[in-house]
């Protein structure tokens, strides 16, 4: 899976040299995750069952729920190892696992399966804050502030699996407390002004994420506070800038400050205890032992679903075509090698891949995306590019008849229109909105969407759209661009057309299809 936006030095690929060919991979699958790891199979189906735990609790808190997602959609967990092939893999000493967004392929790397007792393993932490993001953006629209949005995913990261299925949500932040203590203070009044924040900003180190967790964590269970939380994001909703919302929802702000420092250092912070008859693991999960083919592979799938720049393909390649031609029958060493090929550049040949996987498991959703990715980059070529991109749709339109609410057939329907500067018709059209409800935490997807919705002048519902992604503390370049795109619909009067010709053209922007390119 080749990629644009994370890129990593050739040393990273020491990963590779030093794993060797592990015989016990295994494959947990269940409501919402998918999850590799060479790992004993009682730990991993506990794992699972944990997360599944982690996710009914999430949305027995918040009273907001996630449809189940089709298969593809849901987030797929790949266990690398221990802190250096997570160095490796991640580029930074500094990372204990990350998260990928994307529609039909997020993933999420983390170190190891830590299943312990008490406070959670770091390594599990971030798993449980990355899934709170991915969570919180998939069941509300409402764009959260910067230091509720982390406010919150600390909340419920600091979780507690008990062993008779029990859950602990919102203990006091211990992976946070040297950070209160020794990091650059930040005040309450800094959290509520994004724009006082970054000027007050220094260069070191400082206590955002800690006291953003100490103000949502106070808020959620001071009594004296109690409905303050939802007058602020009314005040929100209705337009106040974020600092006079806050004052406008909790009064004087440095009483605020006060409290929450006598808060912290009261060190006695409630806790919901949720007991098994609330939670749910959903269907029972379903593990899957690897065959040997796949297992030889996965730390080169690891890699490429991390994502690769063209040199780095190149050296992969070899590596996997020596595997395939150890198994030239498993289906999913050959999806993978579909999928080396199309990132190395190599069209015909990912395409000849993937017809191999798909005849060996006609179930391999990988092998239809790869061979989609490839002919239509073939098509982008070709004189008669109308037909060439209906022949692209039809790896698509194979895996949409397998799995319907996959988003990338949707979003392909759609780029076969716009990619050879035809207008989409409206069926086109409705898709790729159908898509980005189905994937709201795919950034591209979201921005190409609301961008055919002004052009379409549905502003009130593309506003809707980029609201959260404008609002996304790790937006980057996706969130600015969604800030202009606001700002030109605020300047636009009630019922006057937009154009959005200052803006990066639909062609443009960030690919819609959240994976693959």
């Known amino acids: 899976m080749t990629t644009a936006i994370f890129r990593l030095a050739l040393a990273s690929l020491a990963l590779l040299a030093a794993q060797p060919v592990w015989a016990e991979w295994h494959e947990a699958s269940s409501d919402h995750f998918v999850i590799y790891a060479d790992d004993k199979d009682a730990d991993l189906r506990k794992f699972a069952e944990n997360l599944e ?46 998260y990928i967004p994307r529609a039909g392929g997020s993933r999420a790397f983390v170190q190891e399966i830590r299943n312990q007792k008490g406070y959670p393993h770091f390594s599990t932490i971030v798993m449980l804050h990355e899934y709170a993001h991915h969570f919180l953006i998939s069941s509300s629209r409402f764009p959260m502030p910067r230091w509720w949005n982390e406010g919150a995913a600390e909340f419920f990261a600091a979780a507690t699996f008990n062993d008779d299925g029990s859950l602990l949500i919102g203990r ?28 007050q900003k220094g260069k070191g180190y400082d206590a955002f994420y800690g006291k953003s967790w100490l103000l949502y964590h106070y808020l959620i269970f001071s009594k004296e506070r109690l409905g303050q939380m939802g007058q602020y994001q009314r005040n929100l909703f209705s337009g106040m800038t974020p600092l006079a919302a806050g004052e406008a929802a909790f009064g004087d702000l440095d009483v605020l400050e006060g409290e929450l420092g ?39 799938v690891i890699r490429s679903q991390r994502g690769v720049d063209a040199e780095e393909a190149g050296k992969i390649l070899p590596e996997v075509r020596a595997i395939a031609a150890k198994y030239p029958d498993d289906a999913g060493v050959l999806a993978a090698l579909a999928e080396a090929e199309y990132d190395a550049g190599n069209n015909a040949e990912a395409i000849a891949a993937a017809d191999r996987a798909i005849a060996a498991d006609p179930s391999r959703a990988n092998a239809y995306v790869q061979k989609g990715f490839a002919m239509f980059r073939l098509a982008g070529e070709s004189e008669d590019q109308a037909a ?48 980005s409800r189905l994937a709201p935490f795919d950034q591209a997807l979201q921005l190409n969407t609301g961008m055919m919705l002004i052009k379409e002048g549905k502003l009130e519902i593309a506003r809707d759209l980029l609201a959260p992604v404008a609002a996304n503390p790790h937006g980057g370049g996706a969130a600015e661009q969604a800030k202009q795109m606001l700002a030109l619909l605020d300047k636009t009067p009630p019922g006057s057309a937009v154009t959005i010709d200052d803006l990066a053209d639909e062609d443009d922007a960030p690919a819609a299809s959240g994976a693959g390119e």
């Open 53 to 98: 735990r982690y996710h009914s609790a999430m949305a027995f808190l918040t009273s907001q729920t996630i449809e189940k997602p089709s298969p593809s959609n849901r987030v797929t967990i790949f266990v690398v190892g221990d802190q250096r092939d997570m160095r490796a893999l991640s580029g930074s000493r500094n990372v204990g696992g990350f």
């Open 172 to 199: 006091a932040a211990q992976h946070r407390g040297s950070e209160l203590a020794f990091a650059d203070p930040v005040h309450v009044r800094e959290l509520l002004d994004p724009e006082l924040y970054e000027k």
């Open 262 to 300: 006598a808060y912290l250092r009261g060190r006695r912070f409630m806790t919901y205890v949720l007991p098994p008859e609330k939670l749910s693991t959903g269907s029972p999960v379903a593990l899957r032992k690897l065959p040997a083919g796949e297992a030889a592979i996965m730390p080169l």
């Open 388 to 435: 060439a991109y209906q022949a692209a749709m039809k790896p698509f339109e194979a895996l949409n008849a397998i799995e319907n609410d996959h988003p990338l057939p949707l979003i392909y329907y759609y780029r076969s229109f716009a990619e050879r500067g035809a207008k989409p018709p409206e069926s086109a059209r409705a898709a790729l909105e159908h898509a």
